[in-house]
């Protein structure tokens, strides 16, 4: 897929190093500058064999290089590297590259052919360019965390998974490739310039429409939808939670036939989802009832033997042990230098990928110096674009 | 020059997760020719409406030409097929097998056209033994870990507001589609991508596979989940908040100092344990929730911006939990120009999402508005070479819709 292009991956913290990481699995070769003291996620978070396991599995599929970008010989170094390079990405605040002296125009005068991405929190310019962004922030920020919620409340936050920072990555990944397709028909590198700010409102489009619809804000709904019902979670006689889903209308004389109650289907004021919309608030009480008469258990059999979209409420445990994520191997144990350890799949299956996608576990800061710097010391070096 | 110039792209997807896909490559310059149903897109009869066209179809759809048929008839699969022929993508999501089932599954196209990039997105791929099961959003974040991350143990739990699962797995089949049409530029050939809304949004947790996999000690404040509290922030008068005062030594006990005593808490520095615990809180974690029951009543007297100006003299951050309203009120919406408007025939000027990615030399552009059910279906029939009798046949026995006036 990515096979002979050579990425560098200049960022810190997730957001960067994730893209590229992701650019790795389809078969990129990812060099990794990494900061003397290795970068904030080393230290941050859940340690393991005493580094960061968020640095782990935003490092896999990565050579790694110790390149202190701040001292005029390692710049120099970087920049013969990035001779050899076919993208950089970065993700450092605007205007901090141009200081290292590492920006676009810099590795432009070494390599005109250089896709060089460039992604900061709200963009370069603005009276938001210099604010902070990381993925907490930038939840609040872009009105991400003021949809999500229990009803009633002011907003909440997504915990500790960075949903945020990883759409920035996928982004970035998107924003690479149409790059690289375009050098292969124009036969130049170019700069792509993107945000944090950006993508996350990108990512919110759907519900951004109904705002811009009505100029009313979105309010948090629990777990309920604004436009879908049901589509919710329901507690269950045994005290867990399900959810259920009726987003196409074939599923509704399924679920009603499901809990045997097909007046329900035949009642005109739930007859079509746009009906079950209004009304709401008749149909949920019927259905909490129901679904509290039973165990949890049962209702996901009765409701997957009927084909009504359903769904359990997993922990970290039960993905471990879930049956299809293991007929998937979608979870790989592999061994890195801090002792084995979990990382997820690439998760696009491919009919004919030229080469496995696979995830190589991280590796320690520098560990590739040697072998990096013999192969841009070798006289031949990389055609670029077309030809 | 647009990044994808003479691709076409045969988008057979409806709901999220397709459209944003076949919304994407538009904007990066493919041709998107969007086959509907004669009833059209689900998402056309879903949600709030402008002029009676859906927010929601018009968010998701732009730059697509739309040629709505009845599958159901032999004349309307043939009509799918031709325009397969020469197709660079196919995106469909019509879920595992049931496009083998109608005639234009992968092994079925790639014998005329080997070249094709066929992606399928479906719930949870085509292996193993949740395959065949219909899932939605809700389901997808639920199954995938996401509400240990949200809501408070033993309350109801709690979705992620944006559509993250349909969304993103727009972005991910992008992204498959993108790497193989480049290994197609080299390999002369393509192949099927299969793009699961499951596998998408575990790969997206790694890093809680990997934390809660061998840790070297119970906390790190991510070794948690469902023991802690809904992340809410501290609510005032307008908005709820979260803020810290500097991290910086020395900086950090004068500011909590004056912070405490400018809001109205000046008593509390009284009591060491709240003290120092206090002012190393940074608005999130199990430190803020515990004083939230003592900081939360104190900021009820006074708005967020309020709140915002203290903090901010003091050095220290604020954020807060800012509504589309406050989003878009906001002069940098505008300056990274995130904002486009779009003429549409009948729901006039509308507003839609900016194109995240400038690319500076081959600008991805959006090239129009979102189409009408079956606006493009005489012309589309034409370019792949049915003639005007051949079209009014297809309108006689219903495999296409009467004409648009």
């Keep these: 897929m990515l096979n002979g292009i050579r990425i560098l991956d200049v960022g810190g913290w997730g957001v960067g190093p994730v893209a590229c990481c992701l650019m790795g699995c389809l078969g990129a070769d990812v060099i990794r500058f990494e900061p003397p003291k290795f970068d904030g996620l080393y230290y941050v978070g859940t340690q393991q064999g005493g580094v960061g396991t968020a640095y782990l599995t935003g490092h896999f599929n990565e050579r790694n290089i110790i390149i202190d970008l701040k001292k005029d010989e390692d710049r120099q170094l970087g920049l013969k590297i990035a001779e050899t390079a076919d993208v950089v990405v970065e993700n450092h605040p605007a205007g901090a590259m141009e200081k290292l002296g590492f920006d676009y125009e810099t590795v432009k005068k070494v390599n005109p052919h250089i896709i060089y991405c460039a992604s900061s929190g709200y963009g370069t310019t603005g009276p938001m360019a210099h604010s902070p962004s990381n993925d907490p922030l930038m939840q609040l920020a872009s009105g991400f965390a003021g949809t999500t919620g229990a009803s009633g409340s002011m907003g909440e936050m997504f915990r500790f998974v960075a949903a945020v920072d990883y759409t920035t990555s996928l982004n970035i990944v998107q924003a690479v490739l149409l790059a690289l397709m375009a050098r292969e028909r124009t036969g130049e590198g170019q700069k792509i310039e993107m945000s944090q700010f950006e993508a996350t409102l990108s990512m919110q489009s759907t519900r951004i429409a109904e705002y811009f619809a009505t100029g009313k804000n979105p309010v948090p709904m629990g777990s309920a939808n604004p436009s879908i019902v049901p589509s919710q979670a329901f507690k269950t006689y045994d005290n867990k939670y399900i959810n259920v889903s009726v987003h196409r209308e074939e599923y509704w004389p399924r679920l009603c036939k499901a809990i045997n109650m097909a007046e329900l289907e035949n009642d005109p004021r739930f007859a079509t989802n746009a009906d079950r919309v209004t009304n709401r608030d008749a149909l949920i009480p019927i259905l909490e009832e129901k679904i509290a008469s039973e165990p949890a258990r049962w209702w996901i059999i009765l409701f997957r033997r009927s084909g009504v979209p359903c769904g359990t409420y997993n922990t970290v445990d039960d993905i471990y042990n879930d049956p299809h994520i293991r007929a998937n191997k979608m979870i790989v144990k592999l061994n890195t230098a801090w002792g084995p350890t979990l990382y997820t799949d690439f998760p696009l299956k491919f009919s004919n990928p030229p080469v496995p996608i696979k995830v190589t576990p991280t590796v320690k800061p520098d560990k590739n110096r040697r072998e990096i710097l013999a192969e841009i010391s070798k006289p031949e070096k990389k055609a670029k674009g077309k030809g | ?405």
Excluded at chain 2, 302 to 312: F, L, M, P, Q
């Design chain 2, 1 to 405: 020059m647009v990044p994808l110039k003479d691709i076409k792209v045969l988008e057979l997807a409806d709901e999220i997760a397709g459209p944003h896909c076949g919304m994407q490559l538009s904007d990066g310059g493919a041709d998107v020719i969007k086959v509907e149903p004669l009833t059209g897109d689900l998402s056309r009869h879903r949600g709030v409406k402008i002029n009676g066209e859906s927010a929601l179809f018009l968010s998701l759809n732009r730059g697509k030409r739309s040629i709505a048929l009845s599958q159901a008839e032999p004349g309307g699969r043939e009509i799918v097929l031709r325009l397969a022929k020469d197709a660079d993508v196919i995106l469909e999501n019509y879920g595992p097998g049931r496009a083998d089932e109608l005639g234009f599954g992968y092994s079925d196209i790639a014998k005329s056209n080997p070249r094709v990039v066929y992606c399928s997105i479906s719930p949870f791929g085509e292996k193993g033994p949740y395959r065949d099961y219909p899932a939605s959003e809700l389901e997808i974040q639920g199954m995938a870990g996401y509400q240990w991350f949200l809501g408070e143990a033993g309350e109801p739990p709690v979705r992620l507001g944006p559509d993250l699962a349909g969304v993103d797995t727009g972005i991910w089949s992008f992204i498959g589609i993108m790497a193989a049409l480049l290994s197609r530029n080299k390999s002369g050939v393509g192949q099927k991508i299969e793009s699961s809304m499951f596998m998408n949004m575990l790969a997206m947790i790694v890093y809680i596979i990997t934390a809660h996999y061998n840790p070297d000690q119970p906390g790190g404040f991510h070794f948690t989940g469902p023991f802690d509290h809904a992340e809410t922030g501290y609510r005032t008068k307008d908005r709820a908040i979260l803020f810290g005062m500097p991290l910086v030594p020395g900086k950090t006990e004068p500011a909590w100092e004056s912070f405490c005593k400018q809001v109205g808490l000046a008593e509390l520095l009284e009591d060491p344990y709240f003290k120092e615990k206090g002012m190393r809180m940074v608005g999130i974690g199990r430190d803020a929730q515990e004083f939230k029951p003592v900081i939360e009543p104190a900021m009820e007297n006074w708005t967020s911006d309020e709140i915002r100006k203290i903090v901010e003299g003091l050095g220290g951050y604020f954020a807060m939990f800012k509504t589309y309203q406050d989003v878009f009120n906001e002069p940098q919406v505008k300056e990274v120009r995130m904002i486009e408007e779009i003429d549409h025939p009948v729901a006039k000027k509308i507003k839609v999402m900016g194109i995240p990615w400038k690319l500076k030399a081959t600008p991805a552009q959006i090239k129009g508005p979102p189409p009408l059910l079956g606006q493009h279906t005489a012309e589309i029939l034409r370019e792949i070479g049915y003639s005007r009798e051949e079209i009014t046949a297809f309108r006689k026995s219903k495999i296409i819709n009467e004409e648009i006036d």
